[in-house]
């Protein structure tokens, strides 16, 4: 297997105590985000659950009946999804100290250039850092300027069947040809974007996840070999993309799938509730029936990193409130229910689902889910997430490799934990982010799908992009 460690998850983020995490580092930065398409919301508030100290959104745009996660916004988008933010997550926390601005300007006039330079150079934070994400050549243009005018560590993301992240910073330390090399994949990309047929809307949630990952990392930095726990070693990457070389591309027609059962309503949960309702709303998904199931009630511990429970949801269930926010994410009529219990105790009502797909938090319940799909046949998506890593597989029936076997299921071991430790600090939220946007897209999302598992690490161990390891199979594994 080489120098990279596959499969090397060995417990969950909920039961890991994150010592080395320094919260004020974030506090302390500012993130500039450049943006035309109103999608980019998505990355807004992954920021806020990420926890920076203030954050900006720079541009424009005017929409009518947007979702902004489940409720609906006419207007400026980023105004509106600022307005969203305060309403429903702001005033129900003590020490909400995150400050939200929104540039509202033309970033193709000519007087935009100096106004966000001299935005970017008055803001005091310690830490600045600029992501564009948007999707037209005049700004990304707009960006490589503003760059050489102020020194900020600039990220820039280019959409184009698929999503590529460059860290533009670490790319100029490079020779002249890489320089010119990445300007010009920069360009053909865009360019392409324009005539391709695969939509972007649906990567923004990707994108906040690689994106966030490389620049929380960077800025928590640092780590040395004294540091507890040699996973936490960060290793910058200068690009990284998405589908890559052995990922199937993405898919432009629509999906059907009659019936969706998400199990587990936490952080997983959350984002692939996010990246289904997407789907949905462009018409790459047909569902008739989604279906959430979770024991548990939300608790001050979820609510800044699982954004659909931002509001008065302390004490509720989170799969009845996962249930209502979905509808209200969603522009077709798909009928949207919900389960308070576990796995185990509703299964049986679960035998005629077309999907399964688990967000868990222990080794135990996903072998639960598991061996339920494999002995009934069911497509499962499975999906489990560290702070720094993760993995995802999809198993259809008799096509593809079941998780016994791709991940050696069977085997794995939940650790004795004495503590019911939950101090998990806002930031720990970019993996799930990545990883439940990932699962989606290389099952469903795929033209076809992935017979595998993607790896994902901030480590830097794995070779494409030094975030990403296929385990590709062939043909089924008999189940
Ligand atoms: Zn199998």
Not at 83 to 94: M, S
Request: charged letters at 20%; proline letters at 3%.
């Amino acid at each position: 297997m080489g120098e990279f460690q596959v499969g090397s998850i060995g417990i969950f983020d909920r039961q890991l105590r994150v010592s080395w995490w320094d919260q004020r580092k974030l506090e302390k930065t500012s993130l500039f985000i450049i943006a035309n398409d109103p999608y980019s919301y998505i990355s807004l508030i992954s920021a806020i659950a990420v926890g920076f100290g203030r954050i900006y959104i720079i541009g424009s745009r005017q929409v009518r009946d947007f979702k902004i996660l489940f409720k609906n916004a006419s207007g400026d988008v980023f105004r509106e999804t600022i307005k969203f933010v305060e309403e429903h997550f702001g005033r129900y926390l003590d020490n909400y100290s995150i400050e939200l601005n929104s540039i509202h300007i033309n970033l193709a006039s000519e007087s935009a250039l100096n106004l966000v330079k001299n935005v970017i150079s008055e803001d005091e934070s310690e830490n600045k850092v600029v992501l564009d994400l948007s999707t037209n050549l005049n700004i990304k243009l707009f960006t490589w300027r503003l760059r050489s005018l102020i020194k900020v560590p600039t990220y820039i993301v280019v959409f184009c069947d698929g999503l590529k992240l460059y860290a533009l910073s670490e790319i100029l330390h490079r020779s002249t040809n890489k320089i010119r090399r990445v300007v010009s994949d920069i360009f053909v990309r865009v360019q392409r974007q324009a005539t391709s047929r695969i939509p972007i809307e649906h990567l923004f949630l990707l994108a906040s996840g690689l994106s966030l990952g490389e620049i929380v990392m960077q800025i928590q930095g640092g780590f040395t070999e004294e540091d507890l726990g040699a996973y936490m070693k960060f290793t910058p990457a200068l690009e990284v993309a998405f589908p890559f070389r052995g990922i199937p591309p993405l898919r432009a027609a629509p999906q059907r799938i009659k019936s969706i059962a998400v199990v587990g309503a936490g952080a997983l949960g959350t984002f692939y509730a996010i990246q289904l309702a997407t789907m949905i709303n462009l018409k790459l998904l047909e569902t008739r029936e989604v279906v959430f199931i979770d024991p548990d009630r939300i608790d001050q511990t979820n609510f800044n990193r699982q954004v659909i429970y931002w509001g008065d949801t302390i004490g509720l269930s989170k799969a009845e409130v996962m249930a209502e926010r979905f509808q209200g994410m969603i522009h077709d009529n798909v009928l949207v229910r919900y389960e308070e219990a576990r796995f185990e105790e509703i299964k049986d009502k679960l035998k005629d689902m077309t999907l399964i797909i688990e967000g868990v938090d222990t080794w135990a319940a996903r072998k639960e889910i598991a061996g339920f799909a494999t002995e009934n046949r069911i497509p499962l998506i499975s999906a489990g997430v560290e702070l720094l890593h993760g993995h995802e597989t999809f198993y259809l029936p008799l096509r593809t490799y079941c998780p016994f076997h791709s991940i050696n299921l069977g085997e794995k071991m939940d650790p004795q934990i004495n503590e019911s430790c939950l101090n998990i600090q806002p930031s720990v939220i970019f993996t799930n982010i990545a990883i439940a946007s990932l699962a989606i897209l290389t099952s469903i999302g795929a033209r076809e799908p992935l017979n595998g598992v993607l790896y994902y690490s901030l480590e830097g161990l794995y070779p494409e992009y030094r975030r990403f390891y296929v385990q590709e199979y062939y043909e089924s594994c008999g189940h």
